[in-house]
T-cell receptor, first 110, second 114 residues
Framework: DAKTTQPPSMDCAEGRAANLPCNHS???????VYWYRQIHSQGPQYIIH???NNETNEMASLIITEDRKSSTLILPHATLRDTAVYYC???????????FGAGTTVTVRA | KAGVTQTPRYLIKTRGQQVTLSCSPI?????VSWYQQTPGQGLQFLFE???????NKGNFPGRFSGRQFSNSRSEMNVSTLELGDSALYLC?????????????FGPGTRLLVL
């Protein structure tokens, strides 16, 4: 019951910015956009989340469009260790669970 | 601050056996959620515990159960194991003292049922 659409895969050059798109056209006003990533066989790692405004932390930036129907996760300087499956998740404030879709497999190449 | 820990990390069982997995949340976190990850079904929610009570449950059979202790540590149990129970079992914790609490995941327990 994932509410997001992500490209299945993308490549990125090491040292360049990686821009990961996510469509969530049915997002409601009380739903946040969360990003997690999962490096092979490890637990998902929280990256960032936002509601309306753009957000930035030490890992990434999250750009949410004004109509909130899509967002972009930006990894400013991708490294080989950023190779992972990235999940975009829409979650209401009273949601007790995370609903994961298939995510985007990002491969960072040297 | 230490992260979420799960034990054991790897486990091999045979069909019909039962298994108990353990999760220690981040200090101060009171909610623990469990997820199952398989190649075919992806990440699926099992259940969530808060203050020793199961608050929410996913769509899994009754063979899957859990509990939470007063120190917020949690265990999940799978009885009468089936081959299809082979999966990565993930535990996530959050503070749950307000709305929209971020969940932080442990490394998982990889269960193989033979």
């Amino acid at each position: 019951d994932a509410k997001t659409t992500q490209p299945p895969s993308m490549d990125c050059a090491e040292g360049r910015a990686a821009n990961l798109p996510c469509n969530h056209s049915t997002i409601s006003g009380n739903e946040y956009v969360y990003w997690y990533r999962q490096i092979h066989s490890q637990g998902p790692q929280y990256i960032i989340h936002g509601l309306k405004n753009n957000e930035t932390n030490e890992m990434a930036s999250l750009i949410i469009t004004e109509d909130r129907k899509s967002s972009t996760l930006i990894l400013p300087h991708a490294t080989l260790r950023d190779t992972a499956v990235y999940y975009c998740i829409v979650r209401a404030s009273n949601d007790y669970k995370l609903s994961f879709g298939a995510g985007t497999t990002v491969t960072v190449r040297a | 601050k230490a992260g979420v820990t799960q034990t054991p990390r790897y486990l091999i069982k045979t069909r019909g056996q039962q298994v108990t997995l353990s999760c220690s949340p981040i200090s101060g976190h009171r909610s623990v959620s469990w997820y199952q990850q398989t190649p075919g079904q992806g990440l699926q929610f099992l259940f969530e515990y808060f203050s020793e009570t199961q608050r929410n449950k996913g769509n899994f059979p009754g063979r899957f159960s859990g509990r939470q202790f007063s120190n917020s540590r949690s265990e999940m149990n799978v009885s009468t194991l089936e081959l299809g129970d082979s999966a990565l079992y993930l535990c996530a914790s959050s503070r749950q003292d307000g709305l929209q609490e971020t969940q932080y995941f442990g490394p998982g327990t990889r269960l193989l049922v033979l």
